[in-house]
């Protein structure tokens, strides 16, 4: 068993180590993920909160707003930063939120759709072309993975610099009208159509953006983009206490679409080097069983020592014959067995009954030769006589039982 497993793990690094040389394939998949590093994932605007906000303390947040562990709705000074593909809140959630806010808090929601809650509470109105699963599926979408994608900040509110693009999916929507006395621009698209407001709610605001390939990998790492970044997190007080990175709003939506829930076994298959190491493994454990099945032998059953029956048989012949009364039959029976016991067991010729028969009998058996001599003597007489006696037959049958007896 043991080296069975080091043959599976000299083949998972023999695939791993020969799938090393083939060219790296660009990961398309939209996860906006804080802990993926591939290009649309957030794990560095993630890390960079904390360089942001070196005294505040960054945490995370799976809960709906009715059930927060790492936000209390009494304190102030509180970020909630939520990067989802779509914002798909419930009336009571938009209440929490606002609540929250209203308390001097801070939400920066950044999302490619709202659905009509949240576009309503919000009086705001947005596109709704956009297919998000096509890029993350490999089918066709609406938008272009490798495009050039352009984002402005608003001059009155913020320091040049105040564009930044870069080469990859349009993964980006507009507001196509606002509500100017409930809400103010900050930030445009390329198309000069605002896609990031603000929301003033008595000491805290709501922030409204629609370009959240903003805060991927890709996007940050290219060119000066991280200055996008650190301009948007000015929006927040220098002094705040607790930033939370919401990712309860990206795996609600995404566990309520059957087409984009995934298994571990299908994340296995994802990738090439772990499709391989599974194909294999599975294959080797195959062979192992199958193998393993035909080695396995039934139980041998146990045996017991053979006994010595010979004295137990001349005892039941001997009851037969006596019951009869002919006691010369019956010894001549038990004289027939004797010999055949004696050629089977010591290999000795029983032809002629003499002196030398008796002494090599007696040396083969390691019975005493006075013993021996005293049976051969009993048997010649009984040949000789034409009847015996009862008692002439029960001293016969003592002698032969004491040569059994000691076998």
Not at 33 to 61: C, H, M, S, W
Not at 90 to 101: A, K, P, R
Not at 151 to 169: H, R
């Amino acid at each position: 068993m043991k080296n069975f497993f080091l043959y599976i793990s000299f083949f998972i690094l023999t695939i791993s180590v020969c799938s090393c040389g083939r060219p790296h394939k660009f990961n398309d998949t939209i996860t906006l993920n804080r802990i993926d590093k591939i290009p649309y994932g957030t794990y560095v605007a993630y890390q960079l909160l904390q360089k942001e906000f070196p005294q505040a303390r960054i945490e995370t947040n799976r809960y709906a707003p009715a059930d927060w562990q790492n936000l209390t709705s009494d304190s102030t000074k509180q970020v909630l930063i939520i990067v989802t593909k779509t914002f798909e809140p419930s009336e009571e959630d938009l209440d929490y939120l606002t609540g929250f806010v209203q308390k001097g808090n801070y939400v920066f929601i950044s999302a490619l759709q709202y659905t009509r809650n949240a576009v309503k509470f919000f009086h705001l109105k947005s596109n709704k072309h956009f297919n998000y699963y096509g890029l993350a599926l490999g089918v066709h979408s609406p938008f272009n993975p490798f495009d050039s994608v352009d984002v402005k900040l608003d001059s009155s509110a913020f320091e040049k610099p105040l564009s930044w693009n870069y080469p990859g999916a349009d993964f980006a929507n507009e507001f196509l009208n606002t509500d100017s006395n409930f809400s103010f621009h900050l930030g445009y698209s390329s198309a000069n159509l605002p896609n990031l407001v603000a929301i003033n709610s008595i000491d805290g605001k709501f922030f409204i953006h629609s370009a959240p390939f903003t805060f991927t990998n890709f996007f940050l790492l290219y060119g000066n983009n991280r200055q996008y970044f650190e301009k948007l997190m000015r929006l927040f007080p220098d002094d705040t206490k607790k930033i939370v990175w919401d990712e309860y709003y990206l795996n609600h939506y995404y566990n309520q679409n059957p087409q984009q829930k995934q298994g571990v076994l299908s994340v296995i298959l994802k990738y090439e080097n772990f499709r391989w190491a599974f194909w294999v493994t599975l294959l080797l454990l195959s062979l192992y069983i199958v193998t393993e099945a035909k080695r396995k032998q039934r139980i041998i059953p146990v045996h017991r020592k053979p006994k010595n029956d010979s004295l137990e048989f001349v005892t039941t012949i001997g009851e037969l014959y006596y019951e009869k009364g002919d006691h010369k039959n019956l010894a001549n029976k038990l004289t027939q067995y004797f010999l055949d016991y004696v050629r089977n067991r010591y290999k000795i010729a029983t032809s002629e009954i003499n002196d030398a028969f008796a002494q090599q009998l007696a040396i083969k058996s390691g019975k005493p030769a006075d013993d021996i001599k005293q049976l051969i003597d009993a048997m010649h007489t009984i040949n000789l006589s034409g009847s015996i006696t009862q008692k002439q037959l029960m001293d016969y049958y003592g002698l032969l039982e004491q040569f059994y007896a000691t076998v």
